[in-house]
C-alpha cells in the first residue's frame, strides 16, 4: 500500500501565525513554493497561506503585506491527513474539497506536504486525469 507519507514533500517550513505576509511572501520565494502551511504558537497546523491568498487577501484591498499578519487569512480548519492514510484516499479527499496541496501529519506535527507534482510522479495518468478533471472542472 502505498501512504502520504510514500508521495509526499518532506521537510515542509511553516510560516508563524504572527509573521507578516511579507514573511510569508519571501519565504515563498527563498523556498521556491507557492503555499506555506500556518503554524500557531501552540506549533499546531492553522492553515494554509498561498501567494493568490497573498495577492488577492491583501494587496487587491490595498493592504499592506508588512502589517497583515499570516494567521489573519487562517480560516477554517485546514484539510490535512496521517502519514499512514492510503494514496487513493488522499486523491479522493483533495477531489473531494477541491484542494491542491495537502499537509501530512504524524505523532501531531506537520511532517509534510502533497502538491500536484507530487501526485503527478506517483500515481499513474488516469488517476491523475481524474484529479485534475476533478479540482479544476468548474461547477
Do not use: N
Request: hydrophobic letters at 40%; a negative charge; proline letters at 4%.
Amino acid at each position: 500500500m502505498t501512504t502520504a507519507r510514500d508521495i509526499m514533500h518532506p521537510g515542509v517550513q511553516c510560516v508563524g501565525e504572527d509573521d507578516t505576509l511579507l514573511t510569508a511572501a519571501r519565504m515563498m520565494r527563498d523556498l521556491k513554493v507557492g503555499s506555506l502551511p500556518i503554524c500557531g504558537r501552540d506549533d499546531r497546523l492553522h492553515g494554509i497561506i498561498t501567494d493568490r491568498d497573498i495577492v488577492i487577501r491583501c494587496c487587491a484591498e490595498g493592504r499592506d503585506p508588512a502589517d497583515v499578519k499570516a494567521g489573519a487569512l487562517a480560516q477554517g480548519t485546514p484539510h490535512w491527513v496521517a502519514a499512514d492514510t492510503d494514496v487513493d484516499q488522499v486523491l479522493s479527499m483533495m477531489e473531494q474539497y477541491r484542494i491542491r496541496r495537502l499537509p501530512v501529519i504524524a505523532d501531531h506535527r506537520l511532517v509534510g506536504m502533497i502538491s500536484e507534482a507530487d501526485l503527478a510522479q506517483h500515481i499513474s495518468d488516469d488517476k491523475l486525469a481524474h484529479f485534475v478533471e476533478s479540482v479544476y472542472a468548474s461547477r
